[in-house]
Each structure stands twice: as C-alpha cells, then as structure tokens.
C-alpha cells in the first residue's frame, strides 16, 4: 500500500483521506500535531510526544482524545498497513468540523488524522560529518510557540527563504537572540565546551530531541546551561547545532554564508551525536 492515512475511524491512501471543508484546523489553524520517528518498526520517545499532545490540548481546551493504548493501536495499524518500518508518524488533532465561527462550537467530536509515510533517517549520518548551514531571520511567530499547533505559516516562509538561499535551517532571532529554528531547537557550544540553549519557554517548542540530547550531554558530564543567546554569540560560537524528530543532531557549520568554528562539525557535535544515534538504537534496534 502507498503512504497510508487514518481520518476518524477510516484508514486508507492519503490520497484518498480527506476532512470537511468546514474542519477547524483547516479554516482556524485550531488544531495541534505531533510527529513521531518509526525506525525498525518501533516508536522513538511515543510517551514523551504523547505527553505534549495532550499538553497542548489542554491548552486549547480540545477534548476527546482516544486513550494512550487506543492512539498506539491506531498507529500500530497504520504502520502495518503502510508495511514501512522507517517513517514519520504525523498526529494531528483539531477541534472538529462545524459551521464556521471564531468561537468554541458546541457538541463536535475533534478530528483525528493520522498518516505514516517512509523517511530515510540514515540521510542523516553523513551530514553529522559534513554539518549543514543555515540564515538567520527576524522572529514573527505568535506568543505562544510552546504550543505545537498548525498555525506555520511563519515557519514555511522561513523554511522557503533558507531552502532558496541553498541553506538547510532558518534560525529565528528575537531582539537579538536565538529561539531556535523552523523546525529544529537551536544550541550554541561555549569557548570551554558547555552546551548552551534557550530555556523552555513560550518562545520555544519543547522539543523531544531537545529533552533527549540535554539529558544525553548531562549523563556525559558535559555541562549545559539553559539562557538566551544572541546571534552575535551564535556567529562567534565555536560549535552550534540543531536537534529535531527528523533530524536528531546536526552541526551548523555556516551561518549566513560565513563558517562558523572551524567550518567542520566540532567534537562536542560529534560526541553527542555518536550519543544520541546509540539511544536511538537502543530504544527501536535500528541498526544502520
């Protein structure tokens, strides 16, 4: 079977999946989503993602939710139906469909979509050893960027800025400070080695690779600190690196056309990314 969805209780081609016209998360943004990394079949870090969905529709105020067991299920389905054993999980969950209002409607079921489509994570490796480069760009994103909603249009002109300047992130400042990425957390190493990154905030997603790297570097003994940096900062840096679901670590090596450190992915880069692809092994058995 080709790339595989599940909308509401059906499962089939994404091709053929759709929602109403009047869904929420279409007309409003009013949804939120969750990607998950398959590798060998199994979920990397399923709780801590679920843990975040469930956050943000709090947040929201979204209720009706399947149970943790049920979503698994669903999502265990899916992965056989679509008989890929590397791939990216893609939650979404948006307030439902209903005629269209800015307020709450009353009395819908939210809409539950789920898709799975394969993705080669062993891409990854060789740009762990070359680095990847990146712009930087003004910060325009809403008040709440702690929340993991649909509402990207920020992020999607800043990832075709960055795409048409042959660049693989955007780097988003702040009054003259690094959040973090399009969708990637950003992290600067420090003169003597320590890990430096914004601290969880409503300026920034709590990233899932994020938590792990952080907790990674601790068992390791390399310090982190949790502040604001600036771009000046970042640009004199001798290591900066990105961490997402699709892209676990990976070096900035050039930012806005100038080399950063050394131009080549550093040792703390290359130390935590031996690290991170190790639990990535452990917890799924993956084994490239």
Partial sequence: MPAVAYVNGRYG????????????????????????????????????????????????????????????????RL??????SDGLLYIQVSRGAA??????PAGIPPTLVLTMRRFNFAQRLP????????ISLP??????????????????????????AGAFEALFVKDGTVTEGGSTNIHMVAADGHIVTHPLSASILPGIARDTLLDLARDAQIQVEERAF????????PELFLTSTTAPILPIV?????????????????RLGALAWA??????????
């Fill in 13 to 76: 081609p994404i091709a053929e999946a759709g929602v109403s016209v009047e869904d929420r998360g279409f007309q409003f943004a009013d949804s939120l989503y969750e990607v998950i990394a398959v590798l060998n079949g199994g979920f990397l870090d399923w709780d801590k993602h679920v843990w975040r969905l469930q956050r943000g529709l709090a947040a929201l105020f979204i209720e009706g939710l399947p149970s943790d067991a049920a979503l698994k299920a669903i999502a265990r």
């Fill in 79 to 84: 992965i056989a139906l679509s008989r890929y």
């Fill in 99 to 104: 005629k269209r209002d800015h307020g709450f």
């Fill in 127 to 134: 740009q762990l050893q070359t680095g990847v480069s990146a």
């Fill in 139 to 164: 910060d325009q994103r809403w008040a709440r960027c702690d929340l993991k909603t649909t509402g990207l249009l920020p992020a999607v002109l800043a990832k075709q800025e960055a795409r048409a």
């Fill in 230 to 237: 600036t771009l000046e900062e970042a640009r004199a840096a």
């Fill in 254 to 270: 050039r930012l806005d056309g100038v080399a950063l450190g050394s131009g080549t992915p550093g040792p703390i880069s290359q």
């Fill in 279 to 288: 639990e990535i092994r452990r917890q799924t058995g993956w084994n490239r």
